[in-house]
């Protein structure tokens, strides 16, 4: 019964939802919203966008299976119901998913990969587009313009002190990395905020004084990353899930090479999409996930050829102007509603 209330209960929400009329209606996910999206289609015809940054469905399914079920009096019947009750929260999010896309107009996602998965998931492959994440240039003109050396090697990672953001992975890169530079020579700073999840930033805190890194690592929290661009030799992502990470845009916006982990569409930032943008070259280096020893060989070699970072922050800077502005993106929204309205598209 509760699960059942807890499913329905949003979905009975929804549809008692007063709605408005509009030209377009734009909708950001799939899921419930995705489903009050669908309502103002299938009650006044009215245009439907759905773009996804991540991809809903997929994300609560991992969400569900890796979540800690608390199964109450009868801990043991529980148990052994959890992969039913899962499948039933599974299935409630695939069967809005597959709504959504059902009255979509055009779907958009940030890159190939996420539009390929949305076909594969019922969205009809004619009304699928890829519009990608875009970036304000002027925002890190002059960043790139003061970008200069400290006289170490300075690594830095922009991104939330999270699981998801696997810190713990490149901590354990770090100490490989300090090994084999000298501490004295070494410099990482870890920006962002520290306080989403407590239990694993104290974690990572003690991983720092364990390895003897406490004069090399900051854990900075929560800043404005610009001045850490300035003086970064290369920006590392360690993420286990990512859409199109805008810290590798904006490293790239700043001539930055990026180490990053194989999610998302980060091989196709940094290496390019098949055709013209792979003439710019590789702005970096993609790794495994949860692999330290191959994100600390990444850096070491960069460590070692400073020439090799320059041409790969170019390259990087050159395929953000060309393909990631985020004018561009603004523009191609704007075309998408103007045409919709229009019935042109």
Request: glycine share 8%.
């Amino acid at each position: 019964f509760w699960t059942w209330q807890a499913t329905h209960l949003p979905l009975f929400n929804v549809l008692t939802t007063p709605l408005v009329e509009a030209d377009v209606v734009h909708c950001i996910s799939t899921g419930y919203a995705g489903c009050l999206a669908a309502l103002h289609k299938a009650q006044f015809n009215i245009p439907l966008v759905t773009t996804e940054h991540g991809l809903y469905a997929r994300e609560r399914s991992q969400e569900i299976w890796d979540s800690e079920w608390i199964p109450g009096e009868d801990e043991a019947h529980a148990r052994r119901s959890g992969n039913f009750f899962k499948g039933w929260w599974n299935r409630m999010f695939q069967s809005l998913e597959r709504i959504t896309y059902g009255y979509s107009d055009r779907i958009v996602s940030l890159f190939e990969a996420n539009r390929r998965y949305q076909i594969s998931h019922g969205a009809p492959e004619e009304r699928t587009r890829v519009i990608p994440n875009g970036i304000d240039l002027s925002l890190y003109d002059g960043v790139r313009k003061s970008r200069r050396g400290t006289g170490k090697y300075h690594v830095g990672l922009v991104g939330r002190v999270v699981p998801i953001k696997d810190i713990k992975t490149f901590l354990n890169a770090c100490k490989i990395l300090a090994d084999r530079t000298g501490t004295a020579k070494l410099e990482v700073s870890i920006i962002g905020p520290k306080d989403e999840d407590t239990v694993y930033s104290a974690q990572c805190e003690e991983m720092i004084r364990s390895y003897g890194l406490g004069k090399v690592v900051r854990l900075v929290g929560k800043s404005d990353p610009r001045p850490f661009y300035e003086t970064l030799d290369v920006s590392v992502l360690t993420s286990l899930s990512e859409g199109q990470p805008m810290v590798v845009l904006e490293s790239m916006a700043c001539g930055i090479p990026v180490v990053a982990t194989e999610v998302g569409s980060c091989r196709e930032l940094l290496e390019g999409r098949p055709g013209e943008d792979r003439d710019f070259g590789s702005a970096g280096r993609i790794t495994a996930l949860a692999d330290p020893a191959e994100t600390a060989r990444a850096l070491l070699e960069l460590r070692d050829a400073p020439q090799l970072r320059r041409e790969m922050g170019r390259s990087g800077r050159r395929r953000v102007e060309r393909y990631y502005r985020l004018e561009q993106v603004r523009e191609s929204y704007l075309d998408l509603y103007r045409n919709m309205r229009h019935g042109r598209d």
